[in-house]
């Protein structure tokens, strides 16, 4: 099991991969958090986990994107690192896409998660 540190580092080197691009209007970042989440639409505790999110806070918090820690090792506890590398970066260009869609004032891969959501109620 890596730890949060190990993870945190893995994220940033990942972080430093993406295009400066991306990060226009991302004013709160990533953030890393130990939580481990679970999706309100979970049939049993540790069934569906959210893994990280993207958020548009009109409030005042902005845009960032959030990683659960916990999520992961919940759901990869014995995961090699190059796998959880691996799994890390797909979860956090899955959130950029929202980001970048965001911007455009496009929802499609909103639309996507909701219709998977959707498939796995009917399962």
């Known amino acids: ?16 991969e993406v295009p400066d691009a991306f990060y226009r209007e991302l004013n709160g970042g990533i953030i890393l958090l130990p939580d481990v989440k679970t999706h309100p639409e979970s049939r049993e505790k540790g069934d569906l986990y959210i893994l990280g999110e993207y958020h548009h806070d009109h409030r005042g918090l902005g845009r960032y994107i959030t990683i659960y820690y ?27 896409t929202h980001h970048m869609e965001s911007l455009a004032g496009a ?8 219709l998977d959501i959707q498939k796995y109620k009917e399962r």
């Open 70 to 96: 916990g999520s992961f090792m919940a759901l990869y506890p014995d995961i090699s690192a190059p796998a959880l590398r691996s799994r890390l970066k797909d979860v956090l260009l899955h959130e950029f």
């Open 107 to 114: 929802r499609n891969l909103e639309i996507k998660d909701a």
């Open 1 to 16: 099991m890596q730890s949060i540190d190990e993870i945190k580092a893995m994220l940033d080197d990942i972080a430093d």
